[in-house]
């Protein structure tokens, strides 16, 4: 805007020159990113909280836009390479030189109408540590909460993990976390996406690429179990089933609904995956039961004379 020109300074530096080397510039140009680098107000463009630019290909050229390195003195840029098939694939690459920090997007200053409370995103990303150490990559997605400080919370996956370990001899890795959002993140005026690994200096190269967070879709992931061929055959898509807990803790039973069965495997596909149970293969005497929620039944008790 004109209220910028002249009064808002703009730095650029250039990385990593030879020593005693003279560079003369001529030619500058800044410009502002494509229009597809920015999401629109509607339920397509808060499908993905981190718009644009996810699998590093062309829309802004060599820019790396939106996504940045966390700290300026690591170094984050767009490399390519040729895969099994011939063809080449662009990804993000960050040095990291100066800490553990890594490659950050972050949006802040208004109200974003995306962040709808109770709703479940799902992290999905590519990463690859250039180490012959295995490391893991770990995300966080900070908010302001209405005081305006930053609060952070680490994705996790079903299990509660992180990223899985990658090295050089292990490659790329693919990652799944997710979130739920709560009534101080529907709050915030900015967010923001970042990735790190703990440890000291020095720091490993690490390699991004195809990243989303988007909305968690249920029917997106079939979560099949095995049940029985009678129980496949009579349960029809749709009904409401109760998986008892695995656990010492009764709140950790679970309600799915029926996707699909298919009777010869004696399986069904339910709508969400279960983070953790025990069938009679793991244990004997304490496997999970699954019961149908969605039909009338009598419980009747057998006649014991002795008891």
């Not at 909280?49 to 820019?63: C, H, P, R, T």
């Not at 990735?195 to 099949?224: C, M, N, R, W």
């Not at 293969?281 to 999970?288: I, S, T, Y």
């Amino acid at each position: 805007s004109e209220e910028l020109i002249g009064s808002t300074e703009i730095k650029f530096w250039l990385w990593n020159p030879e020593a005693s080397a003279i560079i003369d510039i001529d030619w500058l140009k800044l410009e502002l990113p494509s229009d597809d680098t920015f999401p629109e107000d509607t339920p397509e463009g808060c499908s993905d909280l981190a718009f644009g630019n996810g699998d590093a290909e062309i829309m802004n050229g060599d820019s790396t836009f939106p996504w940045f390195s966390s700290s300026g003195n690591n170094y984050l840029f767009i490399e390519s390479e040729t895969v099994s098939d011939g063809s080449t694939n662009r990804f993000y690459r960050q040095l990291r030189i100066d800490n553990n920090w890594g490659m950050w997007y972050k949006k802040h200053g208004f109200n974003t109408p995306c962040v709808v409370l109770g709703e479940v995103y799902v992290l999905n990303v590519k990463v690859r540590v250039l180490s012959d150490i295995e490391q893991s990559v770990n995300f966080r997605f900070g908010y302001q909460n209405p005081s305006g400080k930053w609060q952070y919370l680490s994705l996790n996956n079903n299990e509660g993990s992180h990223c899985p370990n990658s090295s050089n001899a292990l490659g790329w890795v693919e990652c799944s976390l997710r979130m739920t959002t709560t009534d101080e993140m529907v709050g915030s005026s900015g967010y923001q996406i970042w990735s790190y690994i703990h440890g000291e200096a020095p720091f490993s190269t690490i390699d991004y690429d195809d990243i989303s967070f988007s909305k968690f879709d249920p029917e997106s992931v079939l979560h099949q179990i095995y049940v029985s061929t009678e129980a496949a055959t009579c349960w029809a898509k749709g009904s409401e089933l109760l998986i008892t807990s695995s656990t010492y803790d009764q709140e950790d039973e679970h309600r799915v609904t029926v996707l699909d069965t298919d009777p010869m495997a004696g399986t069904i596909t339910i709508d969400q995956m279960i983070p953790f149970t025990t069938t009679k293969a793991d244990d004997e005497h304490f496997p999970v039961e699954v019961v149908n929620l969605s039909r009338n039944f009598i419980l009747e008790a057998e006649e014991d004379p002795n008891n």
